[in-house]
């Protein structure tokens, strides 16, 4: 029997781990400006991960193109919102790696909002459409939500800080709805394992804030954000076996990207002269992150040549 062609059944688990990655290599190269070491390491991981992106992006569009339905079907699970997001907010921490590069990283970051604001709305439509006692609110929907202020990471070195600013303070909106509820959640009922790792989210989520509110302030706003970004990160560590208790999975790439994003955090925080605590946090973020980030991506890969992504995380097929 011939085997089905890898493209057809191209699943939105494999994008978190890309973006985990472009984060990293954005984040070596930063901090290769404010350290001073040599750039090559953060430009290869960012090359590779944009290669990476752009491939699968391909992947998915041709699964795309050969059967329409497979996108509502992708989006029926909260996973696979969160997946095609991840796809999404790829281009837009593309487009902060290519500022250098003039017109592509414009090209860039229009894609990436574009893309992002129809997944926006059609997870809306898909939660419009679900029976209200059907509806659960998942750490899943962290990244859809406010994974948008990702935006201003190049958005106003651009020219679009206006654009940015609404993105921003509409993700704020949207997490302090999110985390109240997912709190709430939390305390209540003890996650299933295999969920856990999504609750990264509580991570990502005030780091890409912190680095949105650093472009544009309020100063004691980013600091509010670094220092909420940093007590997560602590829970996060104590809790590394609880979070990870079911063993790898594609979720892990969550962790991976929540983790690049405290890094780049703190990267900005040394910029601004925040010393030790900045420095800190910049180091273990490179030092956890990058061993962390190579082994998810890495694994995720392997996964889908094996064919094993698709299938363990339903990804619909063309």
Avoid: C
């Amino acid at each position: 029997m011939k085997r089905q062609p890898l493209w057809r059944s191209t699943p939105p688990a494999i994008f978190p781990s890309i973006l985990g990655l472009l984060g990293l290599g954005n984040g070596l190269r930063w901090l290769s400006g404010v350290w001073g070491y040599p750039v090559a390491a953060g430009d290869f991981l960012l090359g590779v991960a944009a290669a990476l992106l752009l491939f699968f992006s391909l992947s998915y569009l041709a699964k795309l193109l050969a059967r329409p339905g497979v996108l509502p079907e992708d989006l029926r699970a909260p996973p696979g919102q969160a997946g095609l997001a991840a796809l999404a907010l790829g281009y837009l921490v593309l487009a902060m790696g290519v500022l250098s590069k003039g017109q592509i990283a414009h090209w860039f970051w229009w894609i990436g909002v574009g893309l992002f604001l129809l997944l926006l709305l059609l997870i809306i439509k898909v939660q419009l459409k679900t029976p209200r006692a059907a509806r659960s609110i998942t750490p899943y929907a962290l990244l859809p939500f406010t994974g948008l202020s990702a935006a201003a990471m190049a958005g106003f070195s651009l020219g679009y800080g206006l654009l940015s600013q609404i993105f921003v303070y509409a993700a704020l909106l949207a997490f302090i709805w999110l985390g109240v509820r997912l709190g709430i959640k939390l305390v209540r009922n003890r996650p299933p394992a295999p969920l856990r790792p999504a609750y990264a989210g509580f991570l990502m989520s005030p780091s890409l804030l912190g680095l949105g509110f650093g472009q544009f302030g309020p100063e004691a706003v980013f600091v509010g954000f670094l220092a909420l970004a940093w007590l997560i990160a602590l829970l996060m560590l104590a809790g590394a076996g609880w979070m990870t208790k079911s063993g790898f999975s594609p979720v892990w790439g969550e962790i991976g990207f929540a983790v690049a994003i405290f890094f780049n955090l703190n990267i900005m925080a040394i910029s601004k002269g925040y010393g030790f605590v900045a420095d800190t946090g910049a180091l273990a973020g490179a030092l956890i992150g990058t061993p962390l980030i190579l082994y998810i991506t890495y694994k995720t890969l392997r996964m889908w040549m094996q064919r094993d992504l698709g299938k363990k995380t339903g990804a619909a097929t063309a």
